[in-house]
């Protein structure tokens, strides 16, 4: 009884540790690579630089979403993602791989947004059509 | 113990004094000195006239302002520029747009940043201080040249995101063009001491 009580408590305590750790990764990759124009606190700077707290809009286009982030945002070039919902650039991001761009999500998602979580399925998935434009 | 008393409120007296001197201390004049027999000729940021995101011709020594804030970035700038601007940015709330301050954000990016790109930043980032101008030079090499002056680099390096590679500084200078102090423009508390600099530039006669 007592044995199964501490394997039970070393289970939770290590999924507790994964998931930290996961936020933390994701918190490390969002002050790298986003916060410098989208703020450490995801609050953007006028419509420049957007802030990415808006749920809806993040519900809305979550499947554009990780490719928006691998492959940037080109509204002069003729190029995958032309300005249909953009009012500025973003430059292409292709360092970030998919482990990377689901940590940063699920760190905003567990920080901000409170929508299910961004698998790495979801992300590859995502890659693959942004890849295919 | 009369002495003591004395003593301690001569200490006091002294202290104070020493205090108010360094509350009237003026800002240093930086960059290099010569001597030209009779007086000491400081360096100064030399004359230009280039062009901001309205079109309008902006001269040097026609600006009024008391203090003169500048910067560089350019606007597809991925890495420290977003920084530079929002503590820019934040020194423009500090002080309201009826501060004697003229602001000087230079681009480097000849290339992309043509006027009408310049005003649609100045807009979308938000800026509604008249005396902010977003600078475009009159050819490549001009805004690099000037850099020097500034303390600041900027280089094209294909390398660098963004393609160029440049330093974050914000700077301050006086309506005579000389430096007076500057901070890295990336670092809150840096440019939180700046803002204390150009409040006692401000107040200098």
């Not at chain 2, 001597?35 to 360096?43: A, I, Q």
């Not at chain 2, 302002?65 to 890495?79: D, E, H, I, L, R």
Request: glycine fraction near 6%; charged fraction near 20%.
């Amino acid at each position: 009884m007592k044995i199964s009580h501490f394997l039970i408590f070393f289970f939770v305590l290590s999924a507790c540790n994964m998931s930290t750790s996961s936020f933390k990764e994701g918190a490390f990759m969002f002050d790298t690579h986003c916060a410098s124009c989208h703020g450490h606190e995801a609050e953007g700077l006028g419509q420049w630089y957007p802030p990415l707290k808006d749920t809806a809009y993040i519900r809305l286009h979550r499947r554009e979403i990780p490719s928006w982030i691998r492959y940037g945002i080109n509204r002069d070039k003729g190029s995958r993602f032309k300005g249909r919902f953009h009012q500025t650039d973003m430059p292409e991001n292709h360092i970030l791989q998919p482990a990377d761009i689901s940590n940063i999500l699920n760190y905003l998602n567990e920080k901000f947004w409170n929508l299910s979580h961004f698998d790495i399925n979801e992300v590859e998935e995502s890659l693959n059509w942004g890849r295919s434009l | 113990m009369k002495r003591i008393c004395s003593n301690f409120l001569f200490s006091t007296l002294l202290l104070i004094t020493l205090n108010a001197c360094r509350h009237n201390e003026k800002l240093p004049i930086l960059g290099q000195r010569s001597w030209n027999g009779t007086d000491t000729l400081y360096s100064q940021i030399p004359d230009f006239t280039m062009t901001d995101q309205d079109n309008q011709k902006i001269q040097l020594t026609l600006l009024k302002g008391k203090a003169n804030v500048a910067c560089f970035f350019f606007t597809s700038c991925p890495t420290i520029c977003p920084k530079v601007m929002r503590n820019i940015m934040r020194i423009n709330q500090h002080f309201n747009s009826a501060a004697d301050i003229d602001y000087l954000c230079f681009s480097l990016d000849f290339k992309r940043d043509s006027i009408s790109r310049l005003n649609e930043y100045y807009n979308k980032v938000g800026f509604t201080n008249p005396r902010i101008h977003l600078m475009r030079g009159n050819d490549p090499d001009q805004i690099k040249n000037l850099a020097s002056y500034y303390m600041s680099t900027a280089v094209e390096d294909d390398s660098a995101p963004g393609g160029i590679n440049h330093s974050g500084w914000i700077l301050l200078s006086d309506h005579q063009r000389h430096l007076r102090s500057y901070a890295l423009g990336t670092d809150e508390k840096d440019v939180d001491r700046l803002i204390i600099d150009i409040e006692k530039l401000l107040n200098e006669n």
